[in-house]
């Protein structure tokens, strides 16, 4: 090593060891104060290792997706078994690009004859009428059409029994979200895709780490989308991916996350497949660049570097993660069950074992939500509603190309009587006995001037 690349390190290791101080004084957590300090419902957990990864990428200077990226994605496909796994810079892109990539020209060749169509517009997907937004944008931006199936209060899942009685002569999609870090009833949902001969994708955003029947969410469609959006289980600030399960999506994924392209050249090198100016494509002139080949509707949705290098640290804190955050949920469980008489808990299937992203609480009738709502917030409390609620009452979808299966009571009583709070590592328990302690004020202040609720048991299902 020459004597400039030895002064190099030596600076870099003197600033990175700079940076795990700074940490140390500038980001000390504060005491909780409780009715003073917030418990927020989500929040970034993270020590000087994050911060460190970062600085060094900084350093490095490679600023679009490189070396970080690479290793997060091969811990991730470490992590779910799957076929690929493809970085991008948002759950929200991760959905978009699962979508296209099914609807790509391009995939029908890598597809093979014995796999399943690739998608056409007007073609259906079955998705959960409560659901987050940019779940249902990208089966219209795609021009599919979305219907919607009404899901169960509890599990805050699609109803899995109305599944089959949805699918229609143009139905070729099912596209599910574990809402909420429970995951759906996979059983039923994945033999009526198989039977069915349907395409399966799940939103996996708020569940890495969940499993149904040992298996993790995230391994039962073709693809599923995850987001490092810092509410998530792990972040990178802005960021997401998708698992790659099925076979011949991966080469039209990349693609479609990278402007469209035919080139799989890496960022930085120009002829991997050593033939670079010997393509003939489409009705271009024999020879075109490859690197300006584009054999599909894309988009540039890639992550930077110093993300992936935060996201790199959280990986190795996931597992303790996940445990955190399934203690805070059981003692926030145990701590409710005292006002089951005007609460309705979540509802856990004897087979799967939650990742949760928050603690999902259905007011019985007499209790009014808003006013119990206000009184947590009043304390410091953070709530959150369940997304969009039923998403066909929202003002931007009301005029949608949609079709509804049913009726959807369940999912306009998620819209009325539902909200969450949160279950994230970042809370202590000090924090958690506050919470449980603002509803037993609320239950006790109240109870006289509230209508005697109805009586319910509420069990595992």
């Known amino acids: 090593m020459d004597p400039h690349t030895n002064k190099a390190q030596a600076l870099k290791e003197q600033i990175l060891g700079l940076v795990q101080e700074y940490y ?48 997060f994605e091969r811990r991730m496909r470490q992590f779910f078994g799957c076929r690929d796994f493809l970085l991008v810079n948002s759950g929200s892109s991760a959905n978009l690009l699962m979508l296209s990539t099914l609807c790509a020209p391009g995939l029908a060749r890598e597809l093979g004859g014995e796999s399943l169509p690739p998608l056409a517009p007007g073609d259906e997907v079955i998705t959960p009428a ?11 931006q795609n021009r599919l059409v979305p219907v919607f199936v009404d899901c169960e209060v509890g599990t805050y899942n699609i109803n899995p029994r109305l599944i089959e009685d949805a699918i229609g002569p143009r139905t070729r999609a099912i596209f599910v979200p574990h809402t909420l870090g429970n995951p759906c009833d996979m059983e039923i949902i ?12 799940e939103d996996g955003c708020d569940a890495l780490g969940a499993t149904f029947n040992g298996q993790l969410a995230g391994t039962f469609g073709q693809m599923s989308s995850l987001s490092f959006y810092p509410a998530h289980h792990i972040t990178m600030g802005e960021g997401g991916g998708i698992a790659i399960n099925g076979f011949g999506l991966q080469k039209t994924a990349r693609s479609v996350r990278d402007w469209g392209r035919d080139c799989w050249c890496d960022p930085g090198k120009s002829n991997t497949c050593g033939t670079r100016f010997g393509w003939q494509c489409g009705e271009l002139p024999c020879g075109y660049d490859h690197k300006y080949v584009y054999s599909n509707i894309g988009y540039n949705l890639k992550v930077t570097d110093l993300q992936a290098a935060i996201g790199l640290a959280q990986t190795e804190k996931l597992e303790a993660f996940i445990a955190a955050r399934r203690r805070n949920f059981q003692r926030l469980f145990q701590g409710l069950l005292a006002h089951e008489d005007y609460l309705i808990l979540p509802k856990i299937d004897r087979r799967a074992n939650p990742s949760p992203f928050a603690f999902p609480i259905t007011v019985r009738p007499g209790v009014d939500r808003n006013r119990l709502v206000r009184h947590l917030e009043d304390a410091q409390i953070e709530t959150r509603l369940v997304f969009g609620g039923n998403i066909v009452r929202q003002p931007g979808f009301l005029n949608i190309e949609k079709r509804v299966h049913g009726d959807l009571t369940a999912s306009d009583t998620i819209m009325r ?32 001037q509230r209508s005697e609720p109805t009586q319910q048991v509420v069990t595992l299902i």
């Open 24 to 71: 140390q004084v500038a980001h000390e957590k504060p005491a909780f104060v409780p009715g003073q300090s917030r418990v927020p419902y989500a929040g970034r957990v993270y020590d000087a290792r994050e911060m460190t990864l970062l600085a060094d990428s900084a350093l490095d200077f490679w600023l679009t997706a490189g070396p970080y990226a690479d290793r």
């Open 417 to 448: 009587d539902t909200f969450f709070i949160g279950v994230y590592p970042g809370l202590t328990a000090e924090m958690l006995d506050y919470v449980l302690d603002t509803f037993r004020d609320f239950f006790a202040v109240g109870r006289k």
């Open 190 to 201: 994945t033999e009526v895709a198989r039977r069915r001969g349907l395409w399966l994708l």
């Open 130 to 140: 409560v659901t987050f937004p940019t779940t249902v944008a990208p089966i219209l």
